[in-house]
């Protein structure tokens, strides 16, 4: 199985800072060009909902303050200003093969 | 407007099986590229993934489960059935279903359902 790495697993939060989290794969998500590694975010007593797919792409959507980017085993999201909203839980997810595996997740709070 | 949604008993006893049901709409498990999946999440925990229906019927499993889960389809009524045979408490999770976008330049779970709290307790 494919072994999903996430740091931190807290990240307290300052509104209209920036914040970064990071996921490493224990082998490349990358096939054909393609990095198959999204982002989810699961807001406090909601489902998860998607954020990036394919690594770095946007889902529909989704505000242009959260950006994914890395290739192969490392890849990272961030978040350009922190706002209220973007509380809960973000968990990267491997899709390039089934098992498809779950980072622990990274649960950003507000300070 | 896709939609999915989990129905099922919210309290099993030891030993007994879970039968759990996605219904959905919007879209059809035989167009090429989509899937259903099932995730779940015991209490405060992280996501698992557990199991995935192609669209051309195609099945996969958890390995750590796949002894104990059965996963069936009913193009007719839109809905994918999960199996869980011989629960344990600690199968108590929140048990959500998923589209899946399975095409070379997708590959995401973009519509999820609400989720289903199942609890195993005598």
């Known amino acids: 199985d494919i072994v999903m790495t996430q740091s931190p697993l807290s990240l307290p939060v300052t509104p209209g800072e920036p914040a970064s989290i990071s996921c490493r794969s224990s082998q490349s998500l990358l096939k054909g060009g393609y990095n198959y590694l999204d982002w989810y975010l699961q807001k406090p007593g909601q489902s998860p909902q998607l954020l990036v797919y394919l690594g770095s792409i946007r889902a529909l959507g989704v505000p242009d303050r959260f950006s994914g980017s890395g290739s192969g085993t490392e890849f990272t999201l961030k978040i350009s200003r922190v706002e209220a909203e973007d509380v809960g839980v973000y968990y990267c997810?491997?899709?390039?093969?089934?098992?498809?595996?779950f980072g622990a997740g990274t649960n950003v709070e507000i300070k | 407007q896709i939609t999915l949604k989990e129905s099922g008993p919210t309290l099993v006893k030891p030993t007994q099986a879970l039968t759990l049901t996605c219904s959905f709409s919007g879209f059809s498990l035989r167009s090429a590229g989509v899937g259903v999946v099932w995730i779940r999440q015991p209490p405060g925990k992280a996501l698992e993934w557990l199991a995935l229906i192609y669209w051309n019927g195609d099945k996969r499993y958890s390995p750590s489960l796949q002894n104990r889960l059965t996963l069936t389809e009913d193009t007719s009524t839109n809905q994918v059935l999960l199996t869980l045979t011989n629960m344990d408490p600690m199968d108590t999770a929140t048990y959500f279903c998923?589209?899946?976008?399975?095409?070379?330049?997708?590959?995401?779970?973009?519509?999820w359902g609400q989720g289903i709290l199942v609890t195993v307790s005598s």
């Open positions: 998923a589209h899946f976008s399975t095409m070379v330049t997708t590959g995401y779970f973009g519509y």
């Open positions: 997810l491997q899709v390039l093969e089934t098992p498809f595996t």
